[in-house]
């Protein structure tokens, strides 16, 4: 054990003397943008960093600015691109003290700058950093558990020692370019640019006229999107930002170029700029192998989700640097490799064997028929091939002019296979070789953990489904199309439900509600609430009832969690509807004209969230064609909008939809939904009814004469309604018996509806009691009762038993005309 100790303690000595040694080699180079960054770099590999930053003081010192970032993406951590320099932020405490701040995850969380911060666990440094052009910060993040050990915070005093921060650019350092220099001034799009510049877009020094647009014109069209993201201010912060894109040449395929540009805020009567460099990147550079190719590579993995999350990452970062004419990365199942992407994805840039394979959207291949990738994949380590090769077909095809196969090794197994190959004639350098071995081993691990995220996403999703409505029913006089999309930030399960629940006499509520959190507690809650909804509901009450029992119901239940609700009760039949809010967003109308409301109504509390609470009704009027849309917060609210801007945003691309095609309005609609949250989605189009129902109703009041009043009332309806003397008689058969029975067996309240619809009648009564008729089994010839429910059966094309509210109702369908 000693010897393990005095082994850990010497690697710790010798991790802070090769921070020395590496930092030394810096000390020489220029002040540039590059050098900063290769300084940084140095706190994730001998820091135990995941992220390092620099800050310094923006001109006015109304800031401090983010001006160089290296590692995992920031917001991973919620890190701004600026700070308050008299703020309570670490960073703003180390600013002012001029001492080193040291954050573990407690203290992180006790802050007020760290509440919006991802529920991950850090620890943060923020060191203080001197140089000629005045006093910064740097940051450091880490992740490991314990945080920044002795020998961390020794490289890291170091680095910070080593960090010479730039200078604020003026305007007049802004028009004293390099020859790979631009300024580009983000108010007018004017641009300064210096003569290599000019060189690589073909341009002489005349046949510039100083516009941005001039130079984005000889750009490949199919790179402008990226282009456009850094040249406009909206689209970036503070900070440094790395792009390749293509430049048209009068002959021969397109050029690469690389650019390196920072965003300078702007000032009083100064605009905000973009300096940096273009350089050309037609050929493979040594520099592909260093720490930040690799790091970049380790970022974009990191927040890779899925299995295509990161097959997409590997291709992007391997591909261009390579240039490679193709690129596949497989998974390994058993003896197949299925392929999670192709990259080109067209079938006829691939060998024959794999095109007789493709299934779905891409194939998959037995490796048995590669017998010199089976051999690569046992031995484990990257294998290349050049041009002439002697291979099978299946593999030479996808490189002729050279092939390179990178297993992918991750938990002691092959996770998987990326195949890369080349048309023409190509050579392989050392600085290939060690990029290939250092993606493969990240890109295996990777892998191994987006293919359990997979699985337990699908599981998620699968219960998720299991919980909500597996069809919509079908509606008189309109149509519900409904959608939901789990959040693809987590793998808990979701609160987000919907229901279209049909009640009687025309009716159908429309449910739509959000469980708070994403858990298994939350998902149960979820069912829970939808259950009992529905069962409200069906047993007849007023939305406000209805929502008043189910937060009564939640109130009683042992939970901590609450819910939000809307309820919309729509009667069919008139094109009028009554709805609740439970804390829940407001339904949101489209006219038949195209004219868009997001209804104003005053709304109660979440459910389970106060007993004694109100949930007024509020009126909706529906003329034929009105769509009414329900929602939950995932679609409208994000971190960069509010829950008004996102209503607003839904209302306006409803008004431009054709609700005649619901289906496509709600998928229009979930475009380019960010999946931080559950989405669910509930839209309704009313028609209007073709034909509607003939009614009447009468109260029953308990006197001797009851069922003969009951009798003459269904007569004079009957008769009103112009139906045939048959059917007349076996309607006051039945009206007889029902009436009879609910006097006879119940107290209270007894009421008579009579529904003419097309060829059948609805006899229908409503009673204080929630017992139920028996039908006996047998009736003997000496009884005097039980014969009255056998007559019903028989006269009905159909019977049965509905709860309503405070009792229930016996209902009977007579075929009319038979």
């Known amino acids: 054990m000693a010897d393990v100790v005095t082994e850990g303690a010497a690697g710790r000595r010798t991790r802070r003397l090769r921070a020395e040694v590496a930092l030394k080699a810096f000390a020489v180079a220029p002040d540039t943008p590059e050098r900063l960054r290769r300084v940084l770099e140095q706190a994730l590999v001998f820091g135990g960093a995941s992220l390092a930053a620099v800050y310094t ?14 590692g995992v993406p920031r917001t991973l951590y919620g890190l701004r691109d600026g700070y308050a320099p008299t703020g309570g932020s670490p960073l703003a405490d180390a600013h002012r003290g001029g001492r080193p701040v040291w954050l573990g995850p407690e203290q992180l969380a006790d802050r007020a700058e760290s509440r919006r911060v991802p529920s991950r666990d850090f620890s943060l440094a923020v060191l203080p950093a001197h140089g000629d052009a005045g006093s910064g910060c740097l ?3 880490s992740e490991r558990p314990g945080g920044f050990d002795a020998e961390d915070r020794a490289c890291l005093e170091l680095i910070a ?25 983000m108010d007018t799009g004017r641009v300064e640019v210096g003569d290599t510049i000019l060189d690589l877009f073909g341009l002489g020094p005349d046949e510039f006229d100083g516009k941005v647009e001039t130079l984005l014109g000889l750009t490949v069209p199919e790179d402008l999107p990226s282009l456009m993201s850094v040249v406009e201010a909206d689209h970036m912060s503070i900070g440094d930002r790395e792009l390749e894109f293509r430049v048209l040449q009068p002959a021969g395929p397109p050029r690469w170029l690389r650019l390196r540009g920072r965003l300078l805020p702007g000032g009083e009567g100064r605009p905000a700029r973009l300096v940096g460099t273009v350089a050309d990147a037609s050929t493979l550079r040594a520099e592909v192998t260093d720490v930040a190719r690799v790091q970049r590579l380790a970022a974009a993995l990191a927040t890779a989700g899925t299995v295509r999350d990161v097959s997409h990452a590997v291709v992007t970062a391997l591909r261009k640097p390579l240039r490679a004419d193709r690129i596949a990365l497989a998974e390994l199942e058993h003896d197949r490799l299925v392929v999670t992407v192709l990259d080109p994805p067209e079938p006829e840039s691939w060998p024959e064997l794999w095109r007789l394979e493709w299934r779905t959207e891409w194939p998959d291949a037995p490796v048995r028929a590669m017998p010199t990738l089976a051999a690569a994949l046992r031995e484990g380590r990257a294998r290349i091939w050049p041009a002439g090769t002697p291979l099978e077909p299946a593999l030479a095809d996808v490189g002729p002019g050279g092939l390179a196969v990178l297993p992918l090794p991750a938990g002691g197994r092959m996770a998987g296979a990326c195949l890369i190959g080349w048309d023409d004639p190509h050579r392989f350098g050392a600085d290939e070789r060690a990029l290939l071995t250092a ?22 999703g699968m219960l998720q489904r299991q919980l909500l409505p597996r069809r919509l029913p079908r509606l008189p006089g309109a149509e519900a199309v409904a959608r939901y999309l789990p ?23 429309l449910v739509i509600g959000d469980v708070q959190g994403h858990s298994a507690a939350a998902a149960t809650l979820m069912g829970q ?7 409200y509901a069906a047993e007849g009450h007023p939305p406000d009832v209805v929502v008043h029992h189910a937060n009564r119901l939640l109130m009683d239940m042992e939970t901590d969690l609450f819910a939000t609700c809307c309820y919309v009760d729509v009667d069919l039949e008139e094109g009028s509807a009554w709805y609740v809010r439970a804390g829940h967003l407001p339904p949101v109308l489209r006219h038949p004209d195209g004219r868009t409301e997001i209804t104003e109504a005053e709304g109660g509390p979440p459910l389970g969230v106060l007993r004694q609470a109100d949930f007024p009704m509020s009126p909706l009027g529906l003329a034929p064609g ?19 801007t996102g209503m607003d945003r839904l209302a306006h691309q409803l008004a431009g939809s054709d609700p005649a095609h619901l289906g496509l309005v709600a998928d229009t609609l979930l475009v380019g939904a960010r999946r931080n949250d559950d989405i669910a989605l509930l839209l309704l189009r009313y028609d209007g009814m073709a034909v509607r129902p003939l009614r009447d109703t009468w109260t029953v009041w308990r006197v001797p004469e009851a069922v003969g009043h009951a009798r003459r009332f269904t007569r004079r309806t009957l008769r009103a309604w112009r139906l045939a003397p048959q059917d007349l008689d076996a309607a006051l058969l039945v009206v007889s018996e029902l009436v009879t029975n609910a006097l006879v067996h119940t107290d209270g309240r007894v009421r008579l509806d009579l529904t003419l619809v097309h060829d059948r009648l609805r006899v229908a009564v409503a009673d204080a009691s929630p017992r139920t008729p028996v039908k006996p089994t047998s009736v003997s010839w000496e009884a005097t009762g039980g014969r009255g429910i056998l007559l019903v059966e028989a006269m009905s094309v159909e019977w049965g038993t509905v709860p309503v509210s405070g009792g229930k109702q016996v209902w009977s369908e007579i075929a009319l005309g038979v």
């Open 57 to 70: 003081p923006s001109e006015d010192g109304e800031l401090l600015c983010l001006v160089e970032s290296v």
């Open 139 to 141: 940051l450091a993040v």
């Open 161 to 185: 020692e080593a960090v010479a921060l730039p200078a604020p650019t003026t305007a007049a350092e802004a028009g004293e370019l390099q020859a790979n220099a631009f300024s580009l001034a």
């Open 439 to 460: 993606s493969a081993g990240l890109a295996g691990q990777a892998l191994l953990r987006a293919h359990a995220f997979d699985a337990e996403h699908e599981l998620v």
């Open 487 to 509: 959040t693809t930030a987590g793998l808990e399960v979701g609160g987000d439900w919907y229901d279209v629940i049909p009640l009687p006499d025309n009716h159908v509520a």
């Open 529 to 535: 609430m939808r259950t009992a909804l529905r069962a």
């Open 626 to 644: 009105t769509v009414v849309a329900l929602t939950t917060d995932g679609l409208v609210e994000s971190a960069e909008d509010d829950i008004d």
